[in-house]
């Protein structure tokens, strides 16, 4: 018996993880600094849509901060009974992020609900140019966030929280011109409840993304049938069995299986050549193969049947049959 690993992730990761916390931290500045303003310009012009977009920059903050956190996380080395390290917090991250999302969606839904049957004088100018600048500032953010490692569901988390933002700073400045032009102030409350939709929205990606990996389901872009398929038509491999996928953080795949080789076939060979395919083919660095010949059955093992076994009786053999 062999057993085979694969390579782990490139050197280039370390670097590229280091600018992505750069750009995280260059963008939690940006969303602080605004956020702060929102807060004062939404409680002046009594702004539910703009409270609730500066509600939203919080939780695009917490993120941010969140997945700064999970970064530097991430890469400690294993060490003691964490022997893949802490890379799993990067999911948990992103499950938080999910939460977060999915939480301030009800919040934000009942109190436009609230407005809607009872709406309060809203400042249409402050929201269209809070919102205008909010844009500016989204765009700036995402566009910036939009260059990290696109792989890690940790910053696909943020990106998310963002995005809808960006989404959400539209359907104000929207609101903003319909109650300037049209003095229908519950355009601000309908504003709410567009954002609250697209925050649920994002909140089910997240979720459904970090549930996957949590419960060690196969990645989405692989097919862990056709996988093991391909293993078992490789020359000199007689059976594929045991076999899992699953990813141990987002990006990252991994996986095991028994592979049974021909007899006389070269266990190490076989195992370099899978490893090979599954690496080029799959983008699967991580891999754990344990090979074993195919057992050898004798023909004269199966022409004679045994004794009844448990019968208790002492039955004689059956005669082989002659030919």
């Given at each position: ?13 370390g670097r590229s993880r ?257 490893e090979r395919l599954l ?45």
């Open positions: 018996m062999t057993m085979g690993g694969g390579e782990g992730p490139a050197s280039g990761s280091s600018a992505d916390g750069r750009r995280l931290v260059q963008v939690l500045a940006l969303i602080l600094a605004f956020m702060a303003a929102e807060v004062v310009v939404g409680v002046l012009a009594h702004s539910l849509a703009l409270l609730s977009d500066a509600g939203h920059m919080l939780t695009d903050a917490g993120a941010i901060g969140l997945s700064l956190l999970a970064l530097r996380l991430a890469a400690r080395p294993p060490a003691g009974g964490l022997t893949f390290g802490l890379k799993r917090t990067e999911v948990l991250s992103a499950l938080a992020n999910g939460v977060t999302l999915a939480a301030l969606a009800v919040v934000i839904a009942f109190e436009a609900v609230r407005r809607l049957m009872a709406p309060p004088t809203v400042g249409g100018e402050q929201m269209l140019v809070v919102a205008l600048a909010g844009i500016g500032v989204n765009l700036v953010a995402t566009w910036g966030l939009a260059r990290a490692e696109r792989r890690s569901l940790n910053l696909r988390g943020s990106l998310q929280h963002l995005l809808t933002d960006l989404y959400a700073f539209a359907g104000t400045a929207v609101a903003g011109i319909v109650i300037l032009t049209t003095g229908f102030q519950r355009a601000d409350a309908i504003a709410s409840l567009v954002v609250a939709t697209l925050m649920v929205r994002g909140a089910y990606g997240l979720l459904r993304d970090a549930g996957r990996v949590l419960l060690e389901a196969a990645p989405a872009d692989l097919d862990a049938a056709q996988v093991a398929e391909v293993m078992r038509r490789q020359p000199g491999v007689a059976d594929v069995h045991d076999f899992h996928l699953w990813e141990i953080t987002s990006g990252m795949p991994s996986l095991s299986a028994h592979v049974l080789v021909g007899p006389g076939g070269d266990c190490h060979r076989v195992r370099r050549e899978l690496r080029e083919r799959f983008a699967i660095d991580h891999t754990t193969l344990q090979m074993d010949h195919q057992p050898f059955v004798a023909l004269d093992r199966i022409s004679r049947p045994g004794p009844v076994a448990g019968s208790g009786r002492g039955l004689p053999d059956f005669p082989a049959r002659t030919r």
